[in-house]
Antibody, heavy 118, light 107 residues
Framework: EVQLLESGGGLGQPGGSLRLSCAASGFTFSSYALSWVRQAPGKGLEWVSTINSIGGSTYYADSVKGRFTISRDNSKNTLYLQMDSLRAEDTALYYC???????????WGQGTLVTVSS | EIVMTQSPATLSVSPGERATLSCRASQSVSSDLAWYQHKPGQAPRLLIHGASSRATGIAARFSGSGSGTEFTLTINSLQSEDFAVYYCQHYNYWPPTFGQGTKLEIK
């Protein structure tokens, strides 16, 4: 059974940093691209970032480009999202998601909540 | 980026009836269209990919259709567990984008 467990959320200061982690199990981690998708309070889903299976290619939404960095450690079966220069509009529930191919997300974690506020 | 527009924003349907949800893309996405169900406090669940292919374990009462710019999710014989928010998402090219969601509520 595929399991994705996010952690690292919490209260961040505007202009500050947070690092999210997603521990994965139940599948061959190094064979799959992985993504982060977020949902701001009362809003819909927003794709944030994707990294390919070996970490050589990364993709970002314009809203986070230059501020967020996605990475992975295939030896630890863990996905990361380094969030710098945080803004209030980054407040959201952040999901780790595994695609079945491309960016069709067939497995999701339960999410970790990030709140950006002074 | 491609803008996905869902309608209606809220749909009220009685259990046992059929619900029809629409999704429109601002430009063609071929059949690169997925539908998700999202309930409060739960992770989203993939229902449909490739516009019309049901994901693993999804009940046959869920069906998707369309291509290009116009897509439909149909839910037959609505069950109590089907009342949720539904999102469409294209994955034709970067960035993948979601619609704003349709809330399916009990009438």
């Amino acid at each position: 059974e595929v399991q994705l467990l996010e952690s690292g959320g919490g209260l961040g200061q505007p202009g500050g940093s947070l690092r999210l982690s997603c521990a994965a199990s139940g599948f061959t981690f190094s064979s799959y691209a992985l993504s982060w998708v977020r949902q701001a309070p009362g809003k819909g889903l927003e794709w944030v970032s994707t990294i390919n299976s070996i970490g050589g290619s990364t993709y970002y939404a314009d809203s986070v480009k230059g501020r967020f960095t996605i990475s992975r450690d295939n030896s630890k079966n863990t996905l990361y999202l380094q969030m710098d220069s945080l803004r209030a509009e980054d407040t959201a529930l952040y999901y780790c998601a595994k695609p079945r191919g491309a960016t069709v997300f067939d497995n999701w974690g339960q999410g970790t909540l990030v709140t950006v506020s002074s | 980026e491609i803008v996905m527009t869902q309608s209606p924003a809220t749909l009220s349907v009685s259990p046992g009836e059929r619900a029809t949800l629409s999704c429109r893309a601002s430009q063609s996405v071929s059949s690169d269209l997925a539908w998700y169900q999202h309930k409060p406090g739960q992770a989203p669940r993939l229902l449909i990919h490739g516009a019309s292919s049901r994901a693993t374990g999804i009940a046959a009462r869920f069906s998707g259709s369309g291509s290009g710019t116009e897509f439909t999710l149909t839910i037959n014989s609505l069950q109590s567990e089907d009342f949720a928010v539904y999102y469409c998402q294209h994955y034709n090219y970067w960035p993948p984008t979601f619609g704003q969601g349709t809330k399916l509520e009990i009438k």
